[in-house]
């Protein structure tokens, strides 16, 4: 079945500093794929919608120029967490859904996620 | 805007138990509805959807879900649960119609005593 690799699925920074974290889907070409955010005791948030060659589309609230996303070729979206703080720490996963001939109703396929902690 | 409402945060149950967690959607039309998993430091693994026909569905791990359209609601059950089972699970709503976008409730946390 389709697959979503998403990696680190740990890391830890210094503040200040900037992480990025890959999600590739592996056997599927993906046009679109969406970053999500996780906060405790909260469900998931979508963050942005990341577009094959194209700019990003976030949600309302979120920092563009903070949560860089980069979606260069069909099978890699990148997030890049700029000038890290403590409070971005959080758990973050990214999706696509399925290739041709799975519909555009099919469940998205998610990531394992990465989880950043910001010290 | 459509929304999922999982009423209970946390339950905890005895391994050997039934288990019924609950899912209430509101939207406009019949959605798509979907149960996650998430086990401690893991990623989300999709349970079961529903997109039509049959209104009681089956998915993985010996768990079903049952669409009840005049209750707006999307609940998961298990007959028996076992030890590993628990972790959080989400309810997930996606609207269709080529949307992309889910929706998903806050979620519930299962605890399961030996």
């Known amino acids: 079945g389709a697959v979503v690799s998403q990696h680190p699925s740990w890391v830890i920074c210094k503040s200040g500093t900037s992480v990025k974290i890959e999600c590739r889907s592996l056997d599927f070409q993906a046009t679109t794929m969406f970053w999500y955010r996780q906060f405790p005791k909260q469900s998931l948030m979508l963050m942005a919608t990341s577009n094959e060659g194209s700019k990003a589309t976030y949600e309302q609230g979120v920092e563009k120029d903070k949560f860089l996303i980069n979606h260069a070729s069909l099978t890699l979206s990148t997030l890049t967490v700029t000038s890290a703080h403590p409070e971005d720490s959080s758990f973050y996963i990214c999706s696509a859904r399925g290739g041709a001939g799975q519909g555009h109703n099919s469940p998205l396929h998610f990531g394992n996620g990465t989880r950043l902690t910001v010290t | 805007a459509q929304s999922v409402t999982q009423p209970d945060i946390h339950i905890t149950v005895s391994e050997g138990a039934s288990l019924e967690l609950r899912c209430n959607y509101s939207y406009g039309a019949t959605p798509y509805l979907f149960w996650y998993v998430q086990s401690p430091g893991q990623g989300l693994q999709l349970l079961l959807k529903?997109?039509?026909?049959?209104?009681l569905v089956q998915g993985i791990k010996g768990f079903e879900a049952e669409f009840k359209r005049s209750q707006s609601s999307f609940n998961l059950r298990k007959p028996s649960v076992h030890w590993s089972d628990a972790a959080e699970y989400f309810c997930?709503?996606?609207?269709?119609?080529?949307?992309?976008?889910?929706?998903f409730g806050k979620g519930t946390k299962l605890s399961v005593i030996p």
């Open positions: 529903y997109f039509s026909g049959d209104t």
């Open positions: 997930a709503v996606n609207s269709g119609a080529g949307s992309y976008q889910l929706t």
